[in-house]
T-cell receptor, first 113, second 115 residues
């Protein structure tokens, strides 16, 4: 059973516009959420994270929003750049306990110049 | 700071052959993970180490998979014998605890093809 879901397998955005990637989870025990970016033939690269005690975390062009009541988080990239084209994975864990990461299936973002 | 190092990057073997993957985590990271990523899926945990102790190997298929982390630094993941369904990318990660939570950093992975 997939505990972390990314329902959009792909997304295309024009350069300079906002990219919004969505993620839903089912396990209410998750309290730490991460986004990873993956280029072909490379491992996932950590991008940004958020604790469940917050509803927003910002790092440069990247902002993650968390809606605990809806069990939903999103990653906003603004402005989008061609170099942002990659597969983005949402991941979640419980910090009290095993700390094992559960990943979504990924969303392929294409930023069109 | 050097990242997680994995070797080999690619491996092609015939079914029923053994194969081994090696991982060197980021210096000072006590926790090490092995994941398997199938095509079109996210990574799935195989085993987690705290120093040299395997604290979670519940998802490791123990009939053919084994892992070790001698001295609590480098780790090796082995498959013997390999099956066609083992074709995947095998990722190693190590982690550090931050103020908000534990962040895992991944190596480039070993892409395994079993023929």
């Amino acid at each position: 059973d997939q505990q972390v879901k990314q329902n959009s397998p792909s997304l295309s955005v024009q350069e300079g516009r906002i990219s919004i990637l969505n993620c839903d989870y089912t396990n209410s025990m998750f309290d730490y959420f991460l986004w990873y970016k993956k280029y072909p033939a490379e491992g996932p690269t950590f991008l940004i994270s958020i604790s469940s005690i917050k509803d927003k975390n910002e790092d440069g062009r990247f902002t993650v929003f968390l809606n605990k009541s809806a069990k939903h988080l999103s990653l906003h990239i603004v402005p989008s750049q061609p170099g942002d084209s990659a597969v983005y994975f949402c991941a979640a864990s419980t910090q009290t306990g095993a700390n094992n990461l559960f990943f979504g299936t990924g969303t392929r973002l294409t930023v069109i110049p | 700071e050097a990242g997680v190092v994995q070797s080999p990057r690619y491996k092609i073997i015939e079914k029923k052959q053994p194969v081994a993957f090696w991982c060197n985590p980021i210096s000072g990271h006590n926790t090490l993970y092995w994941y398997r990523q199938n095509l079109g899926q996210g990574p799935e945990l195989l085993i987690r180490y705290e120093n040299e102790e395997a604290v979670d190997d519940s998802q490791l298929p123990k009939d053919r998979f084994s892992a070790e982390r001698l001295k609590g630094v480098d780790s090796t993941l082995k498959i013997q014998p390999a099956e066609l369904g083992d074709s995947a990318v095998y990722l190693c990660a190590s982690s550090v605890m931050g103020t908000a939570g534990e962040t895992q950093y991944f190596g480039p992975g070993t892409r395994l093809l079993v023929l």
